[in-house]
């Protein structure tokens, strides 16, 4: 790729403090939009709107969702945004090709009865059995993305009965601190136990931030997302709940659940870890939608004509 595609990695990294996982989207679109330059013959010094805009439709072509057509356009314009700033182009060819539309999906939150299943899925008292009970219980009690999850360090929990919480380093390095409930701190208890995360810890640590983290992999070391995303999808195959199930809908179920019960969208939010309120307010829409539903499920003059 170019110099200039390495320059705003560089700059997103330690100016704007992106995240790995973001300047790693970063860079699989980039590497995209030059593949699709360099297979037409053209520099960044070439492109145009048009050429912008037949490349979008190339990637809807390819068979592209709306999303991922919509994150490539902001990687492409922010590469051009880069270049004018830094002096390296005289203008954005990409400031004003029109975003794609997103549908507006929302969440598939689990029911209550199903949350209960999951967690009941956990049978046993071994090792394994501590540490999967104590990951199913922390992303649906604390509402945690999966990258926060695994990046638990020891020293960001505090399980004092009288106030459990735990410390999460959200997107952009974002710290929040977050309440954890009964379940989920006795499940983090028994797990953090010497017969549960003692079980799996080596006689000598690989590295330091393995020796620090809150769940393992069986062979001692820090558990990735790849092996919290495995925990979650077993015992979800073990429900039937299948493609339904992934760490992010544990998510989404928390959220939905507390706007069910009556929790302040700001106490949600603030939990969560939005930024803008209004990625928030998705959930709500979840809520209005199942009232919706048992409204008209339940209610006797809610379809029904009645006779004068």
């Not at 590469?79 to 090709?97: I, S, T």
């Not at 945690?144 to 735990?166: H, K």
């Not at 499940?187 to 953090?192: G, K, P, Q, V």
Request: proline content about 5%; hydrophobic content about 40%.
């Amino acid at each position: 790729m170019p110099h200039e595609v390495e320059e705003l990695l560089s700059w997103l990294a330690v100016e704007k403090g992106r995240s790995p996982n973001t300047l790693a989207a970063y860079r699989r679109d980039l590497a995209a939009y030059w593949e699709f330059l360099a297979g037409r013959r053209l520099t960044l010094d070439d492109v145009t709107d048009h050429v912008v805009e037949d490349y979008l439709a190339f990637l809807r072509a390819s068979g592209k969702a709306p999303a991922s057509v919509a994150r490539a356009l902001v990687a492409v314009r922010s590469l051009h945004r880069f270049c004018e700033d830094e002096g390296l182009a005289l203008a954005n060819p990409a400031e004003d090709v029109e975003r794609p539309r997103v549908p507006s999906g929302l969440p598939k939150a689990l029911t209550e009865d199903e949350v209960a299943a999951l967690l009941g899925a956990v049978v046993g008292d071994d090792a394994a059995a501590r540490r999967d009970r104590a990951i199913l219980e922390t992303l649906y009690g604390c509402g945690i993305r999966v990258s926060e999850l695994v990046g638990l360090s020891l020293g960001d929990l505090d399980l004092d009965p009288a106030a459990p919480s735990l410390r999460a380093f959200g997107k952009g390095a974002k710290e929040r601190v977050v309440p954890v409930g009964r379940l989920a701190r006795e499940a983090l208890t028994a797990w953090l136990a010497p017969s549960g995360r003692g079980a799996f810890a080596p006689e000598r640590w690989a590295r330091r931030g393995d020796q620090e983290a809150v769940f393992l992999n069986a062979r001692g070391g820090r558990l990735s997302r790849q092996g919290a995303w495995g925990v979650v999808r077993h015992y979800g195959d073990r429900l039937g709940l299948g493609d339904r199930l992934t760490p992010h809908v544990l998510r989404h179920s928390c959220a939905t659940h507390m706007l069910d019960h009556g929790a302040d969208i700001r106490v949600v939010q603030e939990l969560l870890g939005h930024a803008s309120l209004s990625t928030t307010q998705v959930y709500t829409k979840v809520s209005t939608e199942r009232l919706r539903r048992a409204y008209d499920a339940a209610h006797p003059r809610a379809h029904k004509r009645t006779n004068r």
